[in-house]
């Protein structure tokens, strides 16, 4: 099954809702950035949570960065995604890994750590990016966002996202889900709402058994009357090419390009988020700085 997100909300508009499954993007991911088991988690859950901002935006060249600084292992999450779910992102120490919780399930608080802060920037195509932060709460992603959203975009919401690894490190089940409340809500919907999600099963358990995110919706919120208004589908997607590199080489000034042909001859510059290498010879450093 491929990956996507539905964009649904309650006919009386008490509140909209996104769901995704997104366990073919997290295992890309995985698999370029070869993380730990931890590492997958965290970054499998910052990447869903990005695609299901990134789909809320409007504009077709919107963008958004989503960045978690915690003071534990793994150092900083990136995602970056866009309107069309198109979604990426990387990890400062890959191969950082926690023991597991008493409970079984991945620290992914531990890796990520406490102390710190997440940053939401969005590029709506204006002259300044709009961004916003606040300080992280348990490192567990989903109920920082809902810090965040909640003190940053005065936005009451609830999230889940979960990302299931497999024995052999694979990821067996990722998705998430953000719920947030309209300004009409009425006082019962949201006590209903406090108890389904007191009750709900992980998300990832729900994809695990082989939920799709419609029936995901049913099966949480089928008491409420339920619209969907978007499918939208999610992939992992660099688009970083050599044009945009050399934009990066440039913008270290002359100086420095002159300062690398002498001592190194050649360049190697890796792309963070699909580990992409562009070689540049002497030649090529000459001319960009000659052009
Ligand atoms: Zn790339």
Request: glycine letters at 8%; aromatic letters at 6%; a negative charge.
């Amino acid at each position: 099954m491929k990956d996507y997100i539905i964009r649904g909300m309650d006919k009386k508009g008490n509140f909209r809702l996104f769901v995704a499954s997104s366990t073919n993007l997290v295992e890309k991911a995985r698999r370029i950035h070869n993380t730990s088991p931890t590492s997958t988690a965290a970054l499998g859950r910052a990447l869903t949570a990005a695609a299901m901002m990134g789909v809320a935006m409007k504009g077709e060249k919107d963008s958004l960065t989503f960045k978690i600084k915690g003071d534990g292992p793994i150092g900083n999450i990136v995602t970056v995604a866009n309107s069309k779910g198109e979604v990426k992102g990387y990890v400062d120490y890959p191969y950082a890994d926690m023991p597991s919780r008493s409970d079984g399930k991945l620290d992914v608080g531990a890796v990520v750590g406490k102390n710190g802060k997440l940053a939401v920037i969005r590029d709506l195509g204006l002259k300044e990016p709009y961004s916003g932060q606040s300080k992280l709460v348990s490192g567990e992603i989903a109920e920082d966002l809902v810090h965040y959203f909640y003190l940053s975009e005065q936005q009451p919401s609830a999230i889940n996202l979960g990302v299931l690894v497999d024995k052999d490190i694979s990821v067996k089940a990722a998705g998430g889900y953000i719920l947030q409340l309209l300004p009409n809500v009425e006082e019962e919907s949201i006590d209903k709402i406090e108890e389904i999600l007191k009750k709900a099963k992980p998300i990832s358990t729900l994809i695990d058994e082989g939920l799709t995110p419609e029936e995901i919706m049913e099966e949480l919120f089928g008491q409420f009357e339920m619209e969907i208004l978007d499918k939208i589908y999610i992939e992992y997607k660099c688009s970083c090419h050599r044009e945009k590199i050399e934009g990066i080489l440039l913008s270290l000034g002359k100086k420095d390009i002159n300062d690398i042909i002498e001592e190194d001859g050649q360049a190697e510059i890796v792309c963070h988020f699909c580990n992409k290498k562009y070689q540049f010879t002497k030649d090529d450093l000459l001319k960009l700085i000659n052009y």
